[in-house]
């Protein structure tokens, strides 16, 4: 039986396991791609593995979050990335040159390689025909050590298109249709993989589109399969010599099918504040709207800009609505500019901001309490805007603009009756205005003698130690579904600053939920301390501060109905032991405050059992509960953490040869 | 004898007083201007002194500072801003529109006008013949209910500009010349006055960067003529109707004199952390640079950026440096984009922030400590960039676009031989983009049922009681000598955000000298306390925040050495007294703690003797003390501060005419 493209992508790149859905296997990784935020943390892990220089084929460090510099904390940030760039030989994207995946896309991306990145939105790379994972940080780190990374092979979701979008409706729309139709979790431990005839009509930047919100559906990855389209793009971008043909087979099946008819599509917005709320613009047309953003990696495309400017020509933002663009990159930003479309948003009132994610983090922009922000963004978690109690819808760029002219939730097909404004036929450049000077190469020069430039806010890593054989310690904290890393750690412009500081850091854990559960942490430092979730637990980013921090204030053990993946992995990774209960009923009847116990965990643990009974001694009551730890993995909360044990590893093996599948 | 300009433009606004040096003399203000983190409070005033509509010809609230939006606290700030705009009859301008200044000059500036505003860069309006003066928010509050501006007649400081400025040498290396021939305090109590054939060569957009850093020297205001350069300057602005010509008379003199040779002028350059520290760039030429800004109300013109632009033009910003480009305004922003120069800026790699003050005000662009950063804004005063240990410069835009270049201080005179760079011959547009779309006019109709907007935030301006007869009260402080009103309320990131909201923001007053004196302040809430200060208490900024915030927290009484003039009327304005010690030794015989009382106050006051005296009962002693308050400022002070005064004074005069000065 034929492959389908996500299948080709592993079959080329699988060092061991194999492709049977929920099977560890181990893949070889072409490309990483950090971001500041989780990336200064990826330097520190690189210089506790004491690495001699970067193993993959490319690796790029951007600065795209950290950009508002409200004191020396982010510019230092930026100098002690700049200084790992040259010391682990990495590309280092300064800040102003972008967000990092449609960066990666434009420079970088080819189809049938490997992409790593410390960025939960890092499977957009899959619009070229790339399989693309977001992964904590400290797993990218081993990527760039040239390290394989592990998943349990997922499912393969075959998405059927068909048919050409109608006017108005865009890309955006195509992914918000699959958020209503699946939610928030239809994509867990899943490859959405989208094919049939209705690709023809969609661009890769369509696809980018597409294929970076897969992420809201908890997918695994998205890929695209590398056709005619990716070539345009590469071509445009001046990089057709790196496209290769990546197509599904004839007969290529899959585990889970769905089918989309484009032409049936009609706008879509995501209410607040989950991106799983998703309704029709039409049922919620009417209600006053304070802000508007344009921007982010969910719309980041020329196209996308140019379409917004195209609607407002000649008119005036509302005068209430404050009308945000964020451009998502210099390059977009300069054809943007040479087109005519930045005189035409500036014109229009928009406020343009520097190149990055901005107000798609929170970095700035945060709106009014209660006032209703449209945002082309990916994302509307509650208080991610930085504002507590905030209003964010999810929308596309024509909705958007729609409602910067109104002031109102509109829906675009509304536009030409009501302002006399047609569906506007873009002319883009065949070429972008490529342009490299932002991106510092590697040096090439061994680069072990480069010095790290660490300023005062920059801390090494805390170390951990091993799995105790007992636990025995209190439910600091008892949270409900889906809680997010969001909601564990917020981002936002107050704490993004000390994502290098774990001590300080530490101090913003759950601050969303309880405010008072560094108290309680730091109150039983002695014993540690257990949380207890509900279904989906650490849903969201992939930052591993939403381990490293509550795992500094003391936590030993999360015991939750599910785990969301790529937490579940870092809390792994950091040494926090993971289980899930067997009854999910279970869960109601622990109480924070409860003392849990259990023993002989080393042991049973290491004998390879995966059930665990834990004691609740306030309740006299016992729960069976499982983990779900590969053999790796164990060995690895055993040690206290996959630093901790890949540094024992190194020292038992001291001078062997490294790995095969060293490319440089 | 004849006129200068300045005596000119106070004579036609003197309501009373004389114009000799040194006496209080009232002026009728036609304009005036507030920003945002001043005028929350502005507005509050003009709510608690329940001011039917702005009594001014023309008033306008910029948004221009808190464009963070880090929370929503600056969002909740623009929305009440623009109600209160609706409420009281001002223009509003709003975020991403620009900076007041330049904003302020190219839309409302009119030549023999008076402008009275917020911000301690307000003469900048001088540029085109105003006189413009910053003052507390209470006083401009004042000025916009229709009231005089009351200060000291200031001596006339005539400088005759002659010759022109030689290549890559521009207007902000004169004002350098002037900070470096007479400091900071060289123009206190005194108006500076430009004349002279230099003049000719200076455009109105020159002049405003010249009469910008004129506060720099602590001038009361500068004044240029109205001339042919005015007349151009409104003409591409497409305002030459508004053109009043206005030039001193052949015979007129000055009260002092300086003279500059333009053509002897080279690029200089202001060293940390002083705007009077300054020196040749020639001398500091080498230093390594890592981040360059451009942009701010002193060097806000279209010229100054295309300078800028056609320097970098085709190059690269040097990979270490940050070039943040700040545009002054969205009209200028839209100028540059016409013309190519935001092109020409994005592709050499600079950072294009929205418009507004920005890194001028430590709004985001925070250098790494100890890193140089070089500024084209007014003012380095250590820590304002939001860092704490900054190296911040001032300089020239062509200085500035130099050290971006080669990532190290230049002169710019060396980028010829050294780069190959011509000086730049610069085609600007004979007209500008004008663009009043974001500037909201008043409304027509009466306004006086508009609804104040008020987020959680935003508090009303608390009640303050009238003077009492006795004061019996605890000295909860003892300072020194010199104490700013930076250390008595700090400015910054974190606090700003509270200027509208007394009660949080009193919970800073003196964070930097004692963290517990708002504790001391609270525990004796009953009787109020007392700050005993040395000499020059209150110097630096205008903010009345500083008498505001203590007063919220129980201050009656400020007995000191001698006081900072501004803060000094600050405390009357809210009822504050302040006393000096007759015999400055007294200062060494009160300790923190003691309690010192004044009986039959009032009395003492209001029957015009300036003599007080003070008991210690703490110790048994007692003080000869004295004020200095003029008959109004002794009517304001025994009714509880100015805006109780004000109000007894309007419901006894209820149904009396407006002011004959009243407009509209």
Redesign the interface.
């Known amino acids: 039986m034929g492959h389908n493209v996500a299948q080709k992508l592993i079959a080329t790149h699988l060092l061991s396991g194999d492709m049977t859905a929920g099977q560890e296997i181990a893949l070889r990784i072409d490309q990483t791609l950090t971001q500041d935020a989780t990336g200064t943390l990826v330097m520190l892990e690189l210089e506790a593995l004491d690495l001699d220089r970067a193993h993959t084929e490319v690796s790029v460090q951007y600065v795209d979050h950290n ?6 904390k ?3 940030d ?2 002690f990335l ?1 200084s790992a760039c040259h010391r682990f030989g990495l590309w280092y994207s ?3 040159n972008g967000v990092s995946h449609p960066t990666h896309m434009q420079r970088f991306g080819i189809p049938g390689k490997t992409l790593a990145g410390s960025d939960s939105h890092t499977p957009t790379a899959g619009s070229l025909g790339m399989l693309a994972i977001g992964l904590g940080g400290l797993e990218v780190a081993m990527a760039i050590a040239g390290e394989p990374v592990y998943l349990r092979m997922p499912e393969i979701w075959g998405v059927r298109l068909t048919g050409e979008l109608p006017a108005w409706v865009s890309a955006k729309d195509v992914i918000l249709e699959m958020l209503r139709r699946h939610g928030v979790k239809g994509g867990v431990n899943r490859i959405i993989e989208y094919h049939g005839p209705g690709l023809a009509h969609l661009t890769a930047m369509d696809r980018h589109v597409i294929a970076n919100m897969g992420a809201e559906l908890g997918a695994t990855t998205t890929v695209f399969p590398a056709d005619d389209q990716v070539r345009d793009f590469l071509r445009a971008e001046r990089r057709e010599h790196d496209f290769v043909e990546l197509l599904a087979d004839a007969d290529a099946s899959y585990d889970v099918t769905d089918e989309i008819d484009l032409s049936s599509l009609e706008p879509l917005i995501a209410l607040p504040s989950s991106p799983g709320n998703v309704v029709t613009v039409r049922e919620v047309a009417g209600r006053q709207v ?2 508007v953003v344009v921007g982010s990696s969910a719309n980041p495309g020329l196209r996308d800009f140019a379409v917004v400017a195209a609607i407002v020509s000649g008119r ?1 933002a509302h ?2 609505v ?1 009308l945000d663009i964020n451009p998502s990159s ?1 390059q977009i ?2 054809d943007l ?2 087109m005519g479309a ?2 035409t948003l ?2 229009a ?7 990055g994610c901005m107000g798609c983090i ?8 209660g ?1 209703n922000s449209l945002r082309t963004v990916p994302r509307n978690f509650p208080g991610r805007s ?5 209003s964010v819808f999810l929308c596309s760029p024509e909705t958007a603009a729609a409602a910067a002219l109104t002031g109102q939730i509109t829906d675009p097909r509304d536009l030409p009756h009501r302002l006399g404004i047609d569906y506007p036929h873009l002319e883009l450049p065949a070429e972008s ?1 490529v ?1 490299t ?2 991106l ?1 190469p590697p040096p090439l020069a061994r680069a072990d003698q480069a010095e790290l430039v660490k ?2 806010n920059i801390s090494s890593l805390p170390g951990f130690p091993p799995l105790p054989d007992r636990i025995e310690a209190p439910v600091a904290l008892k949270v409900g579904d889906d809680v997010s890393t969001d909601e564990i750690l917020p981002a ?3 704490v993004l600053p000390y994502r290098s500081n774990i001590p300080k850091l530490a101090e913003f854990t759950f601050a969303q939920i309880d405010e008072d559960y560094v108290g309680r942490a730091h109150a039983c430092r002695g014993s540690g301390h257990i949380v207890v979730g509900g279904a989906n637990y650490g849903q969201g980013s992939s930052r591993e501060h939403a381990v490293i921090a509550p795992r500094y204030l003391g936590l030993r053990m999360v015991l939750a109905v599910s785990f969301a993946r790529i937490h579940w992995q870092n809390l792994a990774n950091f040494g926090v032991l993971a289980l899930e209960f067997t009854d999910p009923d279970d869960y109601h009847r622990i109480e924070q405050g409860d003392v849990l116990v259990l023993d002989g965990l080393r042991h049973a643990i290491a004998s390879g059992g995966t059930e665990i009974t834990v004691r609740n001694t306030s309740r006299d009551q016992q729960y069976s509960t499982r983990h779900r730890l590969s053999d790796r993995q164990i060995a690895m909360l055993l040690a206290g953490g996959l630093i901790p044990w890949l540094r024992e590893r190194k020292s038992s093996r001291s001078s062997q040869p490294p790995a095969s599948h060293d490319v440089r």
Chains 1, 2 share one sequence.
Not at 349 to 355: F, M, N, P
Not at 362 to 369: D, F, H, I, L
Not at 386 to 390: A, L, P, V
């Open positions: 950009l508002l510099q409200t004191d020396s982010n510019a230092e930026h100098t700049r300064k800040p102003g304070d802000q005036q005068p209430r404050s210099r930003l300069q500019t040479k930045t005189f500036i014109s009132g928009a406020r343009l901001h520097q190149s929170g970095m700035g922009q945060a709106p009014a309490n006032r930085g504002t507590r109690e905030d205005s342009n000077a932002m510092e300023g005062a936002g412009a107050r």
